[in-house]
């Protein structure tokens, strides 16, 4: 027993001499102080990631020229088959202008469209192409024959030819803040009339020569929207007010697609875009809006109307 206790003291005093030697080893560490630090990082790194294959049923292909000429050169539409004069879907059509030597089969056909113009300052910044249908090239010669393989409309002599229009997109984008100050407007949106809302597209004034990059995040806010001053009797106009949001996915020279990802309200032509580093909204200025001398303005009046709805 003796023997035991004996042990059991000496196992005891070599754990106290480990501990101790332990604890003046640690003692004789330098001693670290942590603050918390602010990190400043860019206001263009990612905010979010959007998986475009989940949105490919939302994202649309607009084709936009920035010439009319650019439109003009296309391969078009001589004539169709059987001494048809218009065609659909399965006919046979021939077409002047489609190079053998580029080897593409696949083409889509394009109808002119409307052109985009700056409501701000007046400048024609693209063209639309409405693609009404595809068509696969069966033949070579000096006119080229193809089979129409799908028609939305009608298709007319003239009608312009161009290799299959795609939409090529990653398959993730980035979405931040524009790395600098972008400010729009809405040209085009699917309904011109009650305005569209969550992931719908509209075609917006601001594109590649602005610094728009795929994944910019833009504010939404109102057109400019005046009301009559109580006691001024003047039209004023009214701060803006930021009500949604919208992510640009494919950008041109002059113009941009962007895809609606957060409304509280239809979104029309003629709203407003602004996006920052910031994302900050510049204040408005109060202006004076001119007064319509026409006592019964219809102009005035759609836009109320289609302000209210």
């Known amino acids: 027993m003796s023997k035991d206790r004996a042990m059991h003291r000496f196992l005891s005093l070599i754990l106290l001499f480990a501990l101790l030697f332990t604890i003046q080893a640690y003692a004789q560490q330098p001693e670290v102080v942590l603050r918390p630090r602010m990190r400043a990082e860019p206001f263009s790194k990612a905010i979010n990631t959007v998986d475009t294959e989940s949105l490919s049923s939302y994202f649309e292909n607009i084709t936009i020229f920035d010439k009319p000429a650019d439109f003009d050169k296309l391969p078009y539409v001589v004539a169709f088959d059987n001494h048809a004069t218009m065609g659909a879907t399965g006919d046979i059509a021939y077409v002047q202008g489609i190079n053998q030597a580029d080897k593409i089969t696949a083409f889509s056909l394009l109808a002119p469209g409307k052109k985009f113009i700056d409501p701000d300052t007046k400048e024609v910044l693209g063209f639309y192409a409405d693609s009404i249908g595809n068509a696969e090239v069966i033949r070579w010669g000096d006119l ?120 509280d309200k239809p979104v029309i032509i003629g709203d407003k875009l602004h996006g920052s580093p910031n994302n900050t909204i510049t204040e408005a200025t109060t202006k004076v809006a001119p007064k319509c001398k026409k006592r019964f303005c219809l102009r005035c009046m759609l836009k109320c109307v289609k302000r209210k709805t």
């Open 144 to 263: 080229q024959t193809i089979r129409i393989t799908y028609a939305l409309t009608p298709i007319d002599p003239g009608i312009k030819v161009t290799p299959r229009i795609g939409l090529d997109l990653p398959s993730v984008i980035e979405v931040r803040y524009p790395a600098r100050p972008l400010s729009g407007r809405v040209l085009q949106v699917d309904n011109d009339i009650i305005g569209v809302g969550h992931f719908a597209v509209a075609v917006i004034s601001v594109g590649e020569r602005d610094g728009a990059q795929s994944g910019d995040l833009l504010q939404i806010l109102e057109a400019p929207t005046y009301v009559r001053d109580v006691n001024t009797h003047k039209n004023v106009l009214l701060p803006e007010e930021s009500f949604g949001q919208m992510l640009i996915y494919k950008t041109f020279e002059k113009v941009s697609l962007a895809i609606i990802t957060e409304s």
